[in-house]
């Protein structure tokens, strides 16, 4: 269970991520043509994966409880704000992440760009690489983060590659927005990872939990999952209040 929350963490953080990097680099792709936008999103790939190697070596080979203590805090303070923004969506107190949009809205802008008469397309290429990088540098942090407090990069990194190897074949076979993936409830079940993570991390590098139970992670997930719950229906019932009062104002 263990390995398989740490793969399950990088996975669906990437799949989220990856899903809206695809989403712009189709929209530059059939707008503007797909030699410079191809090459900004390769390089952006590149780029982030020399940071995975550079920083994956360097974390790894710290003290595993002082790290553990450290990362802890880092994954805490990271999932409880994707945790923030998953709840406000799950409880209609924010708009849902909709690529149908940002696919129309990108086209758009990409249209408006005059293209260069001669040589390359520097606006794709420069979009495709900053909208890929943006979107894989919170991949990296986790896939770093996780992996590290483990000292066991390389098994987070496997869950990441895959995904992105999935998002990618799914996003050429049909050849448009990903608009079915269900990437705001993917960000809870990432953000309720994270911050369970980081619990049980920063209880084990201050040495008041045993390293590697899986019975206590399982519990601080449960516990995280049902704070969630009850957070998102809270939400839900404030976002449905205002339309209630709005009701019942026009019966009077």
Avoid at 75 to 80: H, K, P, R, S
Avoid at 228 to 245: D, G, I
Wanted: hydrophobic share 55%.
């Amino acid at each position: 269970m263990h390995d398989a929350l740490l793969l399950a963490a990088p996975f669906l953080a990437c799949v989220v991520e990856m899903v809206e990097a695809f989403t712009i680099v189709l929209a530059l792709g059939l707008t503007r043509g797909w030699r410079a936008v191809l090459a900004g999103a390769v390089g952006a790939v590149v780029v982030l994966g020399l940071v995975v190697a550079v920083l994956g070596s360097h974390v790894s080979s710290l003290p595993l409880t002082p790290l553990r203590l450290c990362v802890g805090a880092f994954l805490l303070v990271f999932g409880m704000l994707w945790l923030q923004k998953a709840i406000r969506r799950a409880g209609g107190l924010k708009a849902l992440h909709d690529e149908n949009k940002i696919f129309v809205a990108t086209t758009r802008t990409a249209e408006s760009v005059k293209r260069s008469d001669v040589g390359i397309d520097w606006y794709g290429l420069v979009t495709s690489f900053k909208g890929v990088l943006l979107e894989g540098i919170e991949v990296v942090f986790i896939v770093v983060t996780v992996g590290s407090a483990q000292h066991d990069v390389g098994l987070t990194s496997l869950g990441a590659v895959v995904a992105f190897g999935v998002v990618a074949l799914v996003g050429i076979a049909i050849h448009k927005p990903l608009a079915r993936v269900p990437e705001n409830t993917l960000k809870l079940a990432v953000a309720i990872l994270l911050t369970s993570f980081g619990i049980v991390w920063i209880l084990e590098g201050a040495g008041i939990a045993s390293s590697g139970s899986t019975a206590f992670l399982g519990g601080v997930l449960a516990v995280v999952s049902i704070v969630s719950a009850v957070l998102v229906e809270l939400a839900r019932r404030r976002s449905t209040q205002p339309r209630r009062l709005a009701v019942a104002g026009r019966g009077h």
